[in-house]
């Protein structure tokens, strides 16, 4: 069993929708969380980080953490087709090494 | 330089052949990560320099792979007879200090191809 689990999708949704996107984990050491956006053939940027368990908005942008299940999620409201890119889950302990999901790719469709 | 330079951005290499890979960081970022990005698979963590040290090579596959950092700057991901599993993207990172939590800036990598 992978440490990071990631639907790899593709997800696919008409401009305008909620685009919901999670990973679940196994290792109760992370506390640091974080979704990265991958365009095609560029390095991922991070879009969202959070620190143990709650959940933090960034304009369109939500990202919440369940630590108690293991779970995290990232939603994307009013989505338009810039966001049309792979997703990146990545999390950490206390230290500099990211564990990364598999990612999932998305299309907004216009 | 403004983000994270790695060069060649593409690499295609016949089977046994050996490759290498650089990575030009943020100037001032004194921690570097290499990982690797095979298809359909998560980005897999290599090695990671703190200055010229590297303390963690923990991720290096095989003694075929190799990395070195000098002037605290510049770094150079080697492979030596490289196999076709080898295919993949490489990318660098670079952070101001040590700790993902601090976040860190990708470069776009090297999409590596053995033949």
């Known amino acids: 069993q992978k440490e990071v689990e990631q639907d790899p999708g593709p997800l696919s949704v008409p401009e305008g929708a909620i685009v919901s996107l999670n990973c679940t984990y196994s290792?109760?050491?992370?506390?640091?969380f974080m979704w990265y956006r991958q365009y095609s053939r560029k390095g991922p940027e991070l879009l969202m980080y959070t620190y143990s368990s709650g959940n933090k908005e960034d304009g369109r942008f939500t990202a919440q953490v369940d630590k108690s299940s293991k779970y995290i999620s990232l939603f994307i409201r009013d989505s338009q087709p810039s966001d049309s890119a792979t997703y990146l889950c990545?999390?950490?302990?206390?230290?500099?090494?990211?564990?990364f999901g598999a990612g999932t790719t998305v299309t907004v469709r216009a | 330089g403004a983000g994270v330079s790695q060069s060649p951005s593409n690499k295609v290499t016949e089977k046994g052949k050996d490759v290498e890979l650089r990575c030009d960081p943020i100037?001032?970022?004194?921690?570097l990560y290499w990982y690797r990005q095979s298809l359909g698979q998560g980005l897999e963590f290599l090695i990671y320099?703190?200055?010229?040290?590297?303390?963690?090579k923990s991720g290096l596959p095989s003694d075929r792979f190799s990395a070195e950092r000098t002037g605290g700057s510049v770094s150079t991901l080697t492979i030596q007879r490289t196999q076709q599993e080898d295919s993949a993207v490489y990318l660098c990172?670079?952070?101001?200090?040590?700790?993902?939590?601090?976040?860190?800036?990708f470069g776009s990598g090297t999409r590596l191809t053995v033949v």
């Open positions: 990172a670079s952070s101001l200090i040590a700790g993902a939590n601090y976040g860190y800036t």
């Open positions: 290792n109760s050491a992370f506390q640091y």
């Open positions: 320099f703190q200055g010229n040290s590297a303390p963690d």
């Open positions: 100037s001032g970022h004194t921690a």
């Open positions: 990545a999390m950490s302990g206390n230290d500099y090494k990211l564990s």
